[in-house]
């Protein structure tokens, strides 16, 4: 699986576009998921307030503040999957700034499994804002 360090571009509709760290414990899950030796996946969101750097040995958020179910799994493309999650305002309300997200595997102790993580400057959240994340793994 390859990676890139973030870098933060908007696109044609002005959404921002990070290219995000996978964690060496979502490559280590996702190579056992594959060869059938484990059943975790990753299945839930999460937006956090941390500010600490980014590492490929960060095994959570630093500061997790909000998890949601995938919306939706995409993987019609070949060697492609888009994990989408939505946030919704009254989700978020109360929330301050957003700084960070990854997908993890839903459990608990060593089954709460982190595939990526990413820091990105503050998106403010006022009661009336909803963040949409969509995150793609591509297999070279």
Do not use: C
């Amino acid at each position: 699986m390859q990676y890139k360090r973030a870098e933060e571009i908007k696109n044609d509709n002005n959404k921002k576009v990070v290219t995000i760290v996978a964690t060496t414990s979502g490559k280590s899950g996702t190579a056992l998921y594959f060869t059938g030796a484990s059943t975790q996946y990753p299945d839930q969101g999460v937006l956090g307030t941390g500010s600490s750097t980014v590492s490929i040995g960060n095994t959570d958020l630093q500061a997790e503040s909000h998890r949601e179910d995938f919306a939706d799994t995409d993987n019609s493309v070949q060697r492609e999957i888009l994990y989408t999650t939505d946030f919704n305002s009254i989700t978020l309300s109360g929330a301050a700034g957003i700084t960070e997200l990854g997908i993890k595997a839903s459990g608990t102790g060593a089954a709460d499994t982190l595939f990526n993580r990413e820091y990105f400057s503050s998106v403010t959240v006022d009661g009336t804002v909803e963040i949409q994340t969509q995150i793609k793994f591509e297999i070279f």
